[in-house]
């Protein structure tokens, strides 16, 4: 009996340091990250999940996206989802169905502005996922969109994704029907934009490192 626990005991010492080393991505992000259209399985947050079992990574990642989720209803919820998840690190992918619904620009910074904030109280790394409209909603507010994560990017010194559709921009065959929605052939592409600007966060330090 005494063997057994000693046995016991040594394992769960054993199995201690694999737990503490368990790391949170949280994606919050709206139907660009909720694989809408496609199976779940097929989408690029979850090849992310994929690409990280195959690197032997203890990053787990928790899916918090929702279709048709705007920067305010981030904003409501990213204190309750850092309280849950406790993650290392967020994917801020928001702000596609602000711009759509042609809302001002000021207020969607602002939104995303506060979602940041409180990840980096939280010593939360953030990796902001730029965006791009389509034309047909005028240059001036289209530039103004998109320079919003750049800008947001250099202020507050955290990492950005440039353009989640890179290399995706004359390519039909990678949308849906709705032509503003990623099949499942085009996830992979996705995954890899973001996974280039993440995985530098992966294997080194840094300053919000809990």
Not at 127 to 138: D, K
Not at 166 to 172: H, I, K, N, V
């Amino acid at each position: 009996m005494k063997r057994a626990y000693h046995l016991l005991l040594s394992i769960a010492l054993l199995a201690a340091p694999a737990a503490a080393l368990a790391k949170n991505i949280l994606v919050l992000g709206d139907s660009l990250s909720a694989a809408f259209g496609i199976p779940q399985q097929a989408g690029w947050v979850s090849l992310m999940q994929q690409r990280l079992l195959e690197n032997n990574s203890s990053y787990k990642v928790i899916n918090a996206s929702i279709s048709g989720e705007t920067t305010s209803g981030g904003v409501a919820r990213i204190q309750g989802l850092l309280k849950q998840h406790q993650p290392d690190i967020v994917i801020l992918e928001l702000g596609a169905n602000d711009g759509l619904r042609g809302l001002p620009i000021k207020e969607m910074r602002k939104n995303l502005e506060q979602i940041i904030q409180k990840c980096k109280l939280a010593r939360v790394n953030v990796v902001l996922v730029g965006l791009r409209l389509p034309p047909n909603y005028g240059p001036l507010y289209t530039r103004a969109f998109e320079q919003t994560y750049s800008e947001l990017a250099s202020q507050h010194r955290i990492t950005l994704v440039p353009f989640l559709f890179a290399g995706l921009e004359d390519s039909p065959y990678h949308f849906q029907s709705d032509n503003l929605h990623p099949t499942s052939a085009a996830q992979g592409i996705l995954m890899n934009n973001v996974w280039r600007q993440l995985e530098p966060l992966l294997t080194s330090g840094s300053p919000t490192d809990k």
